[in-house]
């Protein structure tokens, strides 16, 4: 099996688990909820049920990011895992400000001190909510690293974000049931401002990645090492890297001997664009061009 159909079968088992984990969470919350007279709870099941929406996105955009290249997209069709990322970035986005705004209104109403005291076990669902949701925040973070995946990576923290969610549950239930109210307003006001963090964590790297924003200087530096390493080089004229979704697109110009034979110049060019790609996996095209030495440089 090829490296892209390895990845998206990852990138699927995933994501199935995380729409598995969604669906059963969001009848074990609404099943307490109700039992346990939480409208918070009742809403958070709803919540996490519509994250199936999240990891949908991140099938259909791994699936499309992997497809080979084509006549219409001679360069690969990387870029659309960026797009799915911009999605879940924005729904990660409209979330942690919906979380923030219902704080806020509970601060400024003041109707959490009309609160009714939640059963205890609305206090069990929402930790066992932030435990599942912490593993698959880790787990999924995994195979996103693994994959150099952005959509993967943005559904992680979308977890994360449930959990944080959870986490203000938990500090609003058990407030509540020690009479300290005002916490559940104050613990989504919070986690209101970690989740839009995050949210712009993820714009950012998928908007530098589709406007080709250069490698790392770690990784340039590795790629001028490697190219300086073969003795035939006599130096490099141009280094340019750029970003294609998690691809890099290499461009460089090296000055070889002026009275080399055009075959031994190829030769050369052709040493320095392996050992590029043997050393960085990421690097998907590596563009060698060949210039005469020039001493006065």
């Not at 559904?155 to 300290?180: E, K, N, Q, T, Y």
Request: aromatic share 8%.
């Amino acid at each position: 099996m090829s490296e892209n159909g390895e990845n998206v079968k990852i990138a699927y088992r995933v994501s199935a688990l995380s729409i598995f984990v969604n669906v059963a969470l969001s009848a074990i919350k609404l099943v307490a909820g109700i039992f346990a007279g939480s409208s918070a709870l009742v809403s958070d099941a709803v919540h996490s049920l519509s994250d199936v929406f999240s990891t949908v996105v991140v099938i259909i955009g791994v699936k499309l990011s992997s497809k080979a290249d084509d006549e219409d997209h001679q360069y690969g069709h990387e870029r659309i895992e960026c797009i799915a990322a911009l999605i879940l970035a924005s729904v990660l986005m409209v979330t942690g400000i919906g979380i923030g705004f219902s704080g806020v209104k509970l601060f400024a109403t003041k109707e959490f001190v009309n609160l009714e005291r939640p059963h205890f076990i609305a206090l069990l669902a929402a930790a066992l909510s932030i435990v599942v949701k912490e593993a698959m925040y880790w787990y999924t973070r995994s195979a996103a690293k693994k994959l150099r995946s952005d959509a993967l990576m943005a559904d992680a923290w979308h977890h994360r974000s449930d959990a944080l969610s959870s986490v203000g549950s938990v500090i609003g239930v058990g407030g509540a049931m020690l009479g300290f109210e005002f916490l559940d307003p104050l613990a989504s006001i919070i986690i209101c401002l970690f989740i839009i963090k995050a949210a712009f964590d993820i714009y950012k790297d998928a908007v530098s990645k589709l406007t080709d924003r250069s490698a790392s200087i770690e990784v340039t530096a590795g790629i001028r090492e490697i190219i300086l390493k073969n003795d035939k080089v006599l130096g490099i004229d141009v280094l340019k890297t750029r970003l294609f979704g998690s691809k890099i697109y290499v461009d460089v110009e090296i000055s070889l001997d002026g009275d080399m034979t055009l075959f031994a110049a190829h030769q050369t060019a052709q040493e320095v664009h392996d050992e590029i790609e043997r050393n960085f996996q990421d690097v998907k095209h590596c563009m060698i061009h060949v210039n005469p030495y020039n001493a006065e440089k």
